[in-house]
C-alpha cells in the first residue's frame, strides 16, 4: 500500500496526479476464507481491518451486495459523541471517541475528524439538572462534560431562538468539547484502503443469498458470485439484520424503520458545532461545504424503503425553525433515507449468536457512525476470540431475555419509539 | 404520500394514523406465567422485507384500530380491516 504523505502528495502533484495507485483492489472472491465479513459499510471493514491489525487475522473477506459505503455509513449526519449515561455505553462510546481521535494517523487516511463539540440545550430547569447528572456520569468516567448557563449558550451559538417568544426557551445546556464531525465517506474508504493493505479481500456487488451448514455449524455464505467457504462468518448488516438473521436461523429483537437526513444549501459559516434540540429531536451541523446537515426522528413505521415521507420533512423542519428561526428561508437541497436496525432498548448488539460460527454486529439504531471505530474493534475481538469483548458485554442478544437491557432513552419496548 | 384506506372514513393520508406496531405477534393470555412466551411477545419480532401486518390507529378520524397489511420494501397496501374483527 502506498503510503499517503505531503510529500507524496507532493510528487504525484509533479505528474498531474495521474499516477495516483488504485486505495484497494477488486478482487474476485477465493473458494474460502478464515472469516467472512457480511456487509461493506464502516462497522464491516472496520471489523475487518481489526482482524487483521490486532488479531493477525489477514485471511479475511468483506462481502458488500452493493458498493462499498453505499448504505448507513454513507447516510448518516455524520456526528461523533460519547455522552452517554448508562453503564455499558458510557465506556463503549468513550473508547469509540478514542479511536477517532487516532483514526486519520491509525488509518494513513484523513477521516476529516473535526472536534468542533457539541452542545444539547436545555428547555427547563428540570431538563438541566438531568443533563448535569449526565456530566457527573461523564466526568466521572473521564469523559469531558460541560454545564453551560443560558448565557454560556448565547455566546457560543448566539443565532438559537433567545427571544421573549421562544416556545422553549433556553435554559442552559450541556457541551462535550471533543464532540464533533467526520468525513463518512472518508471513513470507510479509510478502513477499505488500510484492511486491503492487510491483505483483506474486499468484494463489492456480491449478494449473500443464504448460508452452507455443516451439520449446526454455518462453515460458508452462498452468494451471487458463488458459495464463499467461511471459518466463521460476521453480519454486519444493519438495516438488513433480520433478512439475513432470518436466512440463518436467528429470530431477532429487531424493527428495520427508515430515518431521514436533510442538506441546505449552502451558507457561508454559521453553525460552529453540532448543536442538538433538547426540547425536540433535532441535530444539526454545518459541512465543509456550508450546508447545513440535519436530522430528526424516524418515520415511524417498519420500512426497508431507503426514502422517506413528508410528514418528517415538516416535522424536523418545524423544529429546526424553533430552535433557529434565521433559518426559515433557507432552502433545503436534498433528503435522503436510510434503513435502521431499531432494537427495543436503543442499544446495539455485538456477540456470539446461538448458531455455530455465526456472529452479530447490529441493532445500531440512530447511533451506529460514531461507534464505526469501537464497534469494528470488539466485533473483531469478538469473532477472533468467540468471547464478547468486555466493553461489549452489555451489548449481547440474551439480555432482552434476561431483563438487563439498556434503555437510555427509557422509551419502553417499542422500536419505533426510541 | 402513504395513504391508509380507512374502511370508516375513506383513503386518508397516514399522518392522521399513530402507528402501532406489528399485529401479527401473539400476546399471551393473560395470567400466562410462562416468561418466554412474554419474551417472545414484547421483544421478539419477524421484520418481513415484504407483506407485514401492522397496527394503525387513525386518531385524526374515526379512532378505529385497524391492521393494515402493508408491503415494507414498497408501502403498497394489501387490505385494511378494523383490528376488533380480525383475527389476533
Redesign the interface.
Known amino acids: 500500500m502506498a503510503r499517503y504523505s505531503a510529500l507524496s502528495l507532493f510528487l504525484n502533484g509533479l505528474s498531474g496526479n495521474r499516477n495516483w495507485p488504485r486505495a484497494w483492489r477488486a478482487p474476485e472472491p477465493k473458494p474460502s476464507y478464515d472469516v467472512v465479513i457480511v456487509g461493506g459499510g464502516g462497522h464491516g471493514l472496520a471489523t475487518a481491518f481489526y482482524l487483521a491489525e490486532n488479531h493477525g487475522i489477514r485471511n479475511v473477506a468483506v462481502l458488500e451486495k452493493g458498493y462499498l459505503g453505499g448504505g448507513n455509513v454513507g447516510r448518516n449526519t455524520t456526528i461523533v459523541r460519547s455522552n452517554y449515561l448508562l453503564d455499558g455505553n458510557t465506556q463503549f462510546y468513550e473508547f469509540s471517541m478514542k479511536l477517532w481521535e487516532g483514526m486519520s494517523a491509525a488509518l494513513n487516511f484523513n477521516v476529516m475528524f473535526s472536534q468542533r463539540g457539541q452542545i444539547v440545550t436545555a428547555h427547563s430547569a428540570d431538563q438541566l439538572d438531568s443533563f448535569s447528572h449526565r456530566a457527573n456520569v461523564m466526568r466521572l468516567s473521564g469523559i469531558d462534560a460541560e454545564i453551560l448557563t443560558r448565557d454560556d449558550v448565547r455566546r457560543l451559538v448566539p443565532y438559537l431562538d433567545f427571544s421573549e417568544t421562544a416556545r422553549f426557551p433556553i435554559h442552559g445546556a450541556i457541551l462535550q468539547g471533543r464532540a464533533g464531525t467526520a468525513r463518512h465517506d472518508a471513513v470507510a474508504w479509510g478502513y477499505a484502503r488500510a484492511a486491503d493493505g492487510h491483505g483483506v479481500d474486499i468484494i463489492q456487488n456480491c449478494e449473500v443469498t443464504g448460508f452452507v451448514r455443516d451439520g449446526e455449524r454455518i462453515v460458508g455464505v452462498e452468494t451471487s458470485k458463488g458459495r464463499i467457504g467461511a471459518g466463521k462468518v460476521g453480519l454486519a448488516v444493519a438495516g438488513?439484520t433480520?433478512?439475513l438473521g432470518?436466512k440463518a436461523g436467528l429470530?431477532?429483537?429487531?424493527?428495520?424503520h427508515v430515518l431521514q437526513a436533510f442538506v441546505t444549501e449552502p451558507l457561508k459559516p454559521m453553525v460552529d458545532h453540532v448543536v442538538a434540540y433538547g426540547a425536540d429531536h433535532f441535530y444539526v451541523s454545518q459541512s465543509d461545504k456550508g450546508g447545513l446537515v440535519f436530522g430528526g426522528s424516524l418515520d415511524?413505521?417498519?420500512?426497508?424503503?431507503q426514502r422517506g415521507?413528508?410528514?418528517i420533512v415538516r416535522e424536523v423542519a418545524e423544529a429546526a425553525v424553533a430552535l433557529m428561526p434565521c433559518i426559515s428561508r433557507v432552502r433545503l437541497l436534498r433528503h435522503w433515507g436510510g434503513v435502521m436496525d431499531m432494537t427495543?432498548d436503543a442499544s446495539p448488539i455485538i456477540c456470539p449468536t446461538p448458531v455455530d460460527g455465526l456472529y452479530l454486529n447490529g441493532g445500531w439504531c440512530y447511533g451506529g457512525f460514531k461507534a464505526t471505530p469501537a464497534s469494528g474493534w470488539c466485533f473483531a475481538h469478538t469473532i477472533a476470540t468467540g468471547k464478547p469483548h468486555p466493553l461489549v458485554a452489555a451489548y449481547g442478544l440474551d439480555r432482552?431475555?434476561s431483563g438487563r437491557t439498556l434503555d437510555e432513552a427509557g422509551a419502553g419496548?417499542?422500536?419505533?419509539l426510541q | 404520500?402513504?395513504r391508509i384506506p380507512c374502511p370508516c372514513c375513506g383513503p386518508r393520508?397516514?399522518?392522521e394514523f399513530r402507528?402501532g406496531?406489528?399485529a401479527s405477534v401473539p400476546r399471551p393470555a393473560h395470567d400466562d406465567p410462562d416468561?418466554?412466551a412474554w419474551?417472545?411477545a414484547?421483544?421478539?419480532?419477524?421484520?418481513?422485507?415484504g407483506p407485514?401486518r401492522?397496527f394503525w390507529q387513525h386518531v385524526s378520524g374515526c379512532r378505529q384500530w385497524l391492521v393494515v397489511e402493508?408491503n415494507?420494501?414498497?408501502?403498497t397496501i394489501g387490505s385494511v380491516q378494523f383490528a376488533r374483527k380480525s383475527p389476533a
Not at chain 1, 413 to 416: Q, S, V, Y
Not at chain 2, 72 to 75: A, K, L, R
Open positions: 438488513h433480520s433478512v432470518h429470530e431477532l429483537p429487531i424493527e428495520s415511524g413505521y417498519n420500512s426497508y424503503a415521507n413528508l410528514g427495543p432482552f431475555r419496548p417499542f422500536a419505533w | 404520500m402513504l393520508d397516514h399522518d402507528y406496531g406489528d416468561p418466554e419474551y417472545r414484547v421483544f421478539i419480532r419477524p421484520n418481513p422485507r407485514h401492522e402493508r415494507t420494501s414498497d408501502h
